[in-house]
């Protein structure tokens, strides 16, 4: 180890060499004594040059372990988890996590905090007064013994060394790149300790990858990395051109996820949580086939089950379960902004990223590494892809707590919408899904 450093590395990568199981050992064993500028520059290294399938399984073993692995034993199984490589109005993870612990699985769920123009769902849980985010593996592992769910930010002992990536990525441009998502959600799963893991690889304009080949190609070096490593993976491409479901923001994302639960919620979220939450009953062998799963997740819903799970976290992670009746409980804007159109015909695109990036300009994004965000505001879609649209009808509302950034966000708005004398096809939301490596065949 005597002559690996921090310069080394970054040389190496800048000029397309691989690293050494040692030079990782050594870069992630030291993550915490090297400067922020030292590891972005790093990190920005390996955007541009990449990582091959053993450096990406090392990078993402030694991630897992630089903190605690969860031992999920004691906890009833089967134990499952699910992740999203990030998206717009991504709420999924709020629905699925008490509707499949209805239904018998647990769900022992670790999220993150918002990255680039995504959401996080550590932030969103956050809209809801009261509730932690934070809690430490004992008061995880209790809660997933109680009441089969809980859905926690990293801590300083799971995967810590991610948290300092992520945060670093977040603020420098870094995020895309397929080794490091596949080592920042792979090592934060295995850390997590679950059973069946089910990865949501986003793919379109909102997503980090925006082509069906890299969200493949992604899906393909998680399964490898997961093969490797020994732990069941289920990978699912779905799509991310235009937002998931008609809100993004957070406490109006929450509030999507409720009605969800209750059976209430937009079409495209609804199918998604149910074709997720079925592929991962069948994995944990509680039904025979996906079918019989989407039959079962739907009669969860109907049954009230489901939100009763969901009033049962929130109470175990200290929350005010009163925001199940009353969602306007959680910050509200002081405007509400309508955006309407210019001009006739029919909603063509709906460019996820822009809207993500007008949610950031009102305040529902991270500029700087650990910003605060403001959690009342957003935007609430009218109309989407397929809409047809009149001029001066409302394409959206911005939820804004200030004028000035409501008329930039407006203009972005706008530049989302692509409007057409005719109709597009709908796409399909799940694209492709997998359960075996290429890579490794
Ligand atoms: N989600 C993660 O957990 N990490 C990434 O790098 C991207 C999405």
Redesign the pocket.
């Known amino acids: 180890m005597a002559n690996i450093n921090i310069l080394k590395l970054i040389r190496d990568k800048r000029d397309g060499r691989a690293h050494s199981i040692e030079e990782l050992g050594w870069l992630i064993g030291n993550l915490d004594s090297l400067p922020d500028y030292q590891i972005s520059a790093w990190l920005m290294a390996v955007v541009c040059r990449g990582m091959n399938v053993e450096e990406t399984t090392e990078l993402t073993r030694l991630m897992a372990v630089s903190g605690d692995v969860l031992d999920l034993s004691s906890v009833p199984g089967p134990r499952v988890d699910k ?1 999203s ?2 998206g717009v109005g991504d709420k999924v993870t709020l629905v699925l996590a008490p509707l499949l612990a209805a239904a018998g699985v647990t769900v022992a769920k670790l999220s ?1 905090r918002g ?1 680039g123009h995504t959401g996080g769902t550590i932030d969103k849980l956050e809209a809801i007064s009261g509730f932690r985010t934070s809690l430490s593996p004992e008061e995880f592992l209790e809660q997933l013994r109680q009441i089969g769910c809980a859905v926690a930010g990293q801590t300083g002992e799971l995967a810590p060394a991610d948290g300092r990536l ?1 945060a670093l ?1 977040d603020v420098t441009g870094t ?1 895309e790149s397929i080794p ?2 596949a080592a ?2 792979v090592s ?1 799963k295995i850390a997590a300790g679950a059973d069946v893991i089910l990865l949501d690889v986003k793919v379109g304009q909102g997503a ?1 990858m925006k082509s069906l080949e890299e969200a493949k190609a992604l899906a393909d070096v998680m399964l490898a990395v997961g093969e490797r490593l020994g732990k069941r993976i289920i990978c699912v491409v779905s799509d991310m051109e235009q937002p998931l479901g008609f809100n993004i923001g957070h406490a109006n994302e929450v509030e999507e996820a409720i009605l969800t639960l209750q059976g209430q919620g937009p079409e495209d979220l609804t199918d998604l949580c149910v074709e997720l939450g079925a592929l991962l009953l069948e994995g944990a062998g509680k039904v025979e086939d996906v079918a019989s799963g989407r039959k079962k997740l739907a009669a969860i819903i109907e049954s009230g089950a489901a939100i009763a799970k969901l009033r049962e976290m929130i109470l175990a992670q200290g929350g005010d379960p009163a925001v199940i009746e009353n969602p306007k409980s959680m910050p509200q804007p002081k405007y509400r902004i309508p955006v309407q159109a210019k001009e006739a015909g029919f909603v063509t695109a709906l460019d996820a990223f822009v809207v993500g990036g007008a949610g950031k300009i009102l305040g529902a994004g991270r500029l700087v590494k650990g910003a605060p965000i403001d959690l009342a505001v957003g935007i609430n879609l009218v109309k989407k892809v397929g809409d047809k649209v009149e001029v001066g009808e409302i394409l959206g509302v911005l939820l804004a707590n200030d004028e000035g950034q409501a008329k930039a966000a407006a203009a972005e708005l706008l530049a989302a919408y692509r409007i057409a004398n005719r109709p597009v096809e709908a796409q399909p939301t799940i694209k492709a899904v997998f359960t075996k490596s290429a890579l490794l065949a």
């Open positions: 992740h490589t990030g993150g990255l992520y990525r995020v490091l998502i920042s959600v934060k980090f």
